[in-house]
T-cell receptor, first 112, second 109 residues
Framework: IAGITQAPTSQILAAGRRMTLRCTQD?????MYWYRQDLGLGLRLIHY???????GKGEVPDGYSVSRANTDDFPLTLASAVPSQTSVYFC???????????FGPGTRLTVL | GQNIDQPTEMTATEGAIVQINCTYQ??????LFWYQQHAGEAPTFLSY??LDGLEEKGRFSSFLSRSKGYSYLLLKELQMKDSASYLC??????????WGAGTKLIIKP
């Protein structure tokens, strides 16, 4: 792996179903983020983690949960999907020295 | 509150120069970022300004005025591949990025 990977690339999900979006990085960055991107809106922060074992809520956390068991993995779970969660989801990590955020390729999620 | 404003869309001609403006308001300030995002792809880093002034990197330059809460991205010698969205983001006191909605840049031959 080089950078950040996300899975799946895309998914169509029935409303009410549970779904976990996976994110893995190999850069040993401490800070990681989950964003959603909707047409006409900027990237909005869902949850973040400043280091393994800690997580925090962002701007739009409702309906989502995260865990950070180790440095590399930062999964995002939708407990019971709703159509308003249809979006493109990006995972990112931040390099400590430059503060630059590196993004995964994204997951396109459609909830019907 | 925290807010980032940038134009929704701009059009420019191949070979020309374009300036994309951004105004910001963040809780605390730890720098201003510009990212490029091609359609269907992830954002990629372009520039970072934390001090006032101009940072030049090849055809792209970025300017910051902290007193005015203002930044711009300058793209010179435009190429068709520069057609993309350009995202302005301010880093707040918690080192989190507050994002603008992005400026879609259309390049015409």
């Amino acid at each position: 792996i080089a950078g950040i990977t996300q899975a799946p690339t895309s998914q169509i999900l029935a409303a009410g179903r549970r779904m976990t979006l996976r994110c893995t990085q190999d850069m040993r960055h401490n800070a990681m983020y989950w964003y959603r991107q909707d047409l006409g809106l900027g990237l909005r922060l869902i949850h973040y983690s400043n280091t393994a074992g800690t997580t925090g809520k962002g701007e739009v956390p409702d309906g989502y949960s995260v865990s950070r068991a180790n440095t590399d993995d930062f999964p995002l779970t939708l407990a019971s999907a709703v159509p308003s969660q249809t979006s493109v989801y990006f995972c990112a990590s931040r390099e400590r020295d430059s503060d630059e955020q590196f993004f995964g390729p994204g997951t396109r999620l459609t909830v019907l | 509150g925290q807010n980032i404003d940038q134009p929704t869309e701009m059009t420019a001609t191949e070979g020309a120069i374009v300036q994309i403006n951004c105004t910001y308001q963040t809780s605390g300030f730890n720098g201003l970022f510009w990212y490029q995002q091609h359609a269907g792809e992830a954002p990629t880093f372009l520039s970072y300004n934390v001090l006032d002034g101009l940072e030049e990197k090849g055809r792209f330059s970025s300017f910051l005025s902290r007193s005015k809460g203002y930044s711009y991205l300058l793209l010179k010698e435009l190429q068709m591949k520069d057609s993309a969205s350009y995202l302005c983001a301010g880093m707040d006191s918690n080192y989190q990025l507050i994002w603008g909605a992005g400026t879609k840049l259309i390049i015409k031959p």
